[in-house]
């Protein structure tokens, strides 16, 4: 199959880290795809900075239950430790040495979605970003069980008011409809037996732990997806894993996340599927596949992916030697862009792909890469820390394509770069 050019290898390494950084993209170059994949997969520290600190939930419920100025404080409180949190993580994708563990980890961030917004507990949502950060590029199946249990996404889906007499569907629709099978693959029968199986299942918020109270499960006997019997929460969820529409559906989402915005071939999503479902749900098994398939590797689909403002905040400040921005700006910059991070715009996450840009967030980036780029007291300092490289190269590694602009007729690298950064192909992957 031959050994991978460095616009291979910086294809790869755009597409499934954050950024595109001299050194990784050079260290693959000239492997096989079996061996530059394998080395990128390997698992990397995961660690994460210092938490910030964040208030238990018992404190505010006091405070909150004090009188009307209680209530007030204690929600300034919840989004002033919000910020903290959302800071937190941008500094480690910022500094991370797993980018694409970190790249899974917003993944299912988008997949498995929960908002500060909602939860309003920033303890919750940061043990359940640890949750998707240990599991990102685990087991799929383990993940699903995990995530349904988590304190976050109970309250997120209002999975902690769902009980005997008073079923609510919210966890169980988007189970079926976002999590597993998708829109069209289950009936508003399934939905209501699912809730039904999931009733008792409940958040000690004081304690920021999942519960199951028995008294408030209802245990009658429900069919689902053909299957009737007293179910548990649990038993639905290996249910909905043995049908390979919950395999493909992952499948059509790894395919949306790093080939195409365009439909899938039926029978690669069938295909990648399969391989899933054989691996007994191995994230990093179905990762791998699409990885090394033609359809990864085509030309074809280079070029066409639409950086998300994470990309092209975090992927730009990796990849080159700006200096740093704080990390409240980065938080504030991605807001403006559409990818407020904690706080997905609604249950079905960020829509991703041409969506990212439109008149104003497009102002926005392009406000950005101006202010990265101009020249300053420490341009001295970028220039020597560019690649020793030449002009043909240094195109290669910031494009995924060919420039639509023309490139500056002036020598100087810092130049080139700056006119890399502000041609429209910059936006994409």
């Known amino acids: 199959m031959g050994r991978l050019s460095f616009s291979d290898t910086r294809h790869l390494v755009a597409r499934t880290a954050l950024g595109q950084e001299w050194g990784g993209v050079k260290a693959l170059q000239g492997k096989t795809r079996a061996e530059a994949i394998n080395v990128l997969l390997k698992s990397g520290s995961i660690k994460t900075p210092p938490v910030p ?161 028995a008294a408030k499960h209802d245990s009658r006997r429900v069919t689902f997806m053909g299957r009737t019997g007293s179910f548990t929460g649990d038993q639905i969820i290996d249910i909905i894993l043995e049908k390979p529409r919950t395999a493909e559906y992952i499948a059509e989402k790894f395919w949306k996340e790093f080939i195409s915005d365009s439909r899938p071939n039926p029978h690669v999503i069938r295909n990648w599927g399969g391989v899933f479902r054989k691996s007994n749900y191995n994230i990093k098994t179905l ?17 066409t992916l639409t950086k998300s403002p ?21 938080v504030h910059i991605a807001e403006l862009l559409g990818q407020d991070l904690f706080d997905p715009p609604t249950v079905k996450g960020w829509e991703g792909g041409s969506a ?21 007291g420490a341009s001295a300092k970028v220039q020597s820390h560019l690649p020793k490289s030449s002009g043909a190269e240094i195109v290669k590694w910031l494009l995924p394509i060919a420039p639509v602009l023309p490139l500056p007729t002036t020598p100087g690298k810092r130049r080139m770069v700056r006119a890399l950064m502000l041609d429209p192909v910059f936006q994409l992957k």
């Open 287 to 303: 990762l791998s596949t699409v990885l090394n398939s033609n359809e990864f590797w085509s030309t074809k689909y280079r070029g």
């Open 310 to 330: 994470i990309d092209l905040v975090v992927g730009t400040l990796r990849t080159l030697p700006f200096p740093k921005l704080p990390d409240t700006e980065l």
């Open 53 to 213: 600190r964040l208030t238990p939930w018992a404190t505010v419920n006091r405070m909150s239950q004090q009188n009307g100025a209680g209530k007030m404080r204690a929600r300034k409180m919840m989004m002033r430790e919000g910020q903290r949190l959302k800071s937190w993580w941008m500094l480690h994708l910022l500094h991370t040495k797993a980018p694409v563990n970190e790249h899974m980890t917003l993944f299912w961030h988008n997949h498995f979605t929960s908002s500060l917004e909602k939860v309003e507990q920033p303890k919750l949502m940061y043990l359940q970003n640890q949750l998707l950060r240990k599991n990102a590029m685990g087991n799929f199946k383990n993940l699903l069980h995990k995530a349904a249990r988590d304190p976050a996404m109970l309250i997120y889906l209002d999975g902690s008011n769902n009980v005997k007499g008073s079923p609510n569907e919210n966890f169980a629709r988007e189970l079926l409809e976002l999590f597993t099978l998708g829109r069209g693959h289950y009936r508003e029968s399934d939905i209501k037996a699912a809730a039904i199986a999931f009733t008792g299942w409940g958040v000690d918020r004081n304690r920021g732990t999942y519960v199951y109270n």
């Open 356 to 376: 990212w840009i439109d008149t104003q967030t497009l102002l926005v980036r392009t406000s950005l890469l101006n202010k990265l780029t101009r020249h300053s």
